[in-house]
Nanobody, 120 residues
């Protein structure tokens, strides 16, 4: 089994910062890609950023310069540093991981999500 536990969400004022963490655990042999997605009420779940085990990052254009994704492969953990937050960033943020278990089965797993609310 694979578990993803997100943390770091909360309430922040516009212009503030938050740092999200997602720790993967379980019978994991390797993780190829980890990423963050977000979903606002009534909206579809959208990509925020991804990072490969080799450190290759991908961001949606509107978030470049404000959000930074990073990882610690030894800890199977991905981070999302969010700066200059705007009310439009309010959403549930979900962690995703893709890789292989010790059985060599591929997995594509989602965390439960962490709420980020940007409001004055």
């Amino acid at each position: 089994q694979v578990q993803l536990v997100e943390s770091g969400g909360g309430l922040v004022q516009p212009g503030g910062s938050l740092r999200l963490s997602c720790a993967a655990s379980g019978s994991i042999f390797s993780i190829n890609v980890m990423g963050w997605y977000r979903q606002a009420p009534g909206k579809q779940r959208d990509l925020v950023a991804t990072i490969t085990s080799g450190g290759i990052t991908n961001y949606i254009e509107p978030l470049k310069g404000r959000f930074t994704i990073s990882r610690d492969n030894a800890k199977n953990t991905v981070y999302l540093q969010m700066n200059s937050l705007k009310p439009e960033d309010t959403a549930v943020y979900y962690c995703n991981a893709q890789g292989r278990m010790w059985t060599m089965h591929q997995f594509d797993h989602w965390g439960q999500g962490t709420q980020v609310t940007v409001s004055s």
